[in-house]
């Protein structure tokens, strides 16, 4: 089943520059599909323009559809449908409210769930993304969270409402390596677990090596290859998918000789 179609989806700012272009693709329920660009490529307003979230002052043309929704001409929220992960935690935090309060919103607007359901969930939510000490971390204030612990939590906000697709634009950007492939884990874990597609976003192609079977490379706006991950890392056939790769080779082979030493 198509859980997301994104047909000819341009988006363009008021003096006309076009900053996603034609850009085509789908995701299916259970799929997990990664968008990979260099910074500026126009992966983050895409997956703004999915969720009918883009800044004012940007169009979109073509059409965005959302398990059933049309997100360009009537974007009435994502909803329980598909949820966000960001690339910094304290974007999704509100830093006057604790993380259990945080986590326990989406629950109550989607699920329905009150007092005793409602913590239970809260509770589940902090164990699915491998918190430990959850009733400590359920009373603390973004700020008295690690970064890892903030994404953690920024996750099972997101999750909570068991949505059917994730969008994760570069949620391990921000934390450091070994973090980094615990988060990554997780999210793996996680989408496995409760059958959700994800649509990842990120710059690093062996990061999305890691949790993507498909994958679409984006330069200055534009699909210039699309196809499973493994053919685009052994094989790729556009010049720019051909640079990414061997920078990603030559960062290993550094990587290998400093191992060496
Ligand atoms: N609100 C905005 N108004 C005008 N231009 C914008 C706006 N937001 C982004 N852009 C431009 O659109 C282009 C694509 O931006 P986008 O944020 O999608 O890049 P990205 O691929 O996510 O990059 P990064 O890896 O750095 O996050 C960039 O050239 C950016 O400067
Ligand atoms: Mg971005």
């Known amino acids: 089943m198509t859980l997301l179609s ?17 850009v085509s693709f789908e995701v299916a329920a259970g ?21 009918g979230l883009l800044p004012r002052g940007l169009t979109a043309t073509g059409a965005v559809s959302l398990a059933g929704a049309d997100m360009i001409r009537a974007p009435r929220g ?25 986590i326990a919103g989406p629950i109550r607007r989607f699920r ?8 239970g969930a809260v ?12 009733d400590r971390i359920a009373r603390s204030y973004p700020h008295q969270l690690s970064g890892g612990q903030r994404q953690r939590v ?10 059917k697709l994730l ?13 980094q492939a615990e988060i990554l884990d997780l999210l793996d874990r996680i989408v496995t677990e409760n059958d959700t597609a994800l649509l990842f976003i990120t710059h690093d192609l062996p990061v999305a090596a890691r949790v993507v079977r498909d994958t679409h490379v984006l330069q200055s706006g534009r699909i210039v290859e699309s196809g499973p991950i493994t053919s685009l890392v052994t094989a790729p056939r556009h010049p720019y998918t051909r640079t990414l790769v061997e920078s ?10 400093t191992g060496r030493d």
């Open 6 to 22: 994104v047909d000819r989806l341009t988006v363009a700012d008021s003096a006309g520059h076009v900053l996603v272009d034609d």
């Open 31 to 51: 799929d997990r599909t990664g968008l990979i660009g260099e910074s500026g490529s126009g992966k983050s307003l895409t997956a703004l323009a999915v969720l």
């Open 78 to 102: 994502h909803g329980d449908v598909a949820a966000v992960v960001f690339q910094e935690p304290l974007t999704a935090l509100d830093p006057l409210m604790t993380a259990g309060r945080q």
């Open 112 to 119: 329905g769930l009150r007092g005793d359901a409602l913590r």
């Open 123 to 134: 509770r589940e939510a902090l164990d699915a993304v491998r918190l430990t000490d959850t």
């Open 154 to 163: 920024a996750i099972a906000m997101a999750i909570a409402c068991r949505p």
């Open 167 to 179: 969008i994760a634009d570069e949620p391990t950007t921000a934390l450091d390596v070994t973090v």
């Open 248 to 257: 990603a080779r030559r960062f290993d082979a550094a990587l290998e000789r």
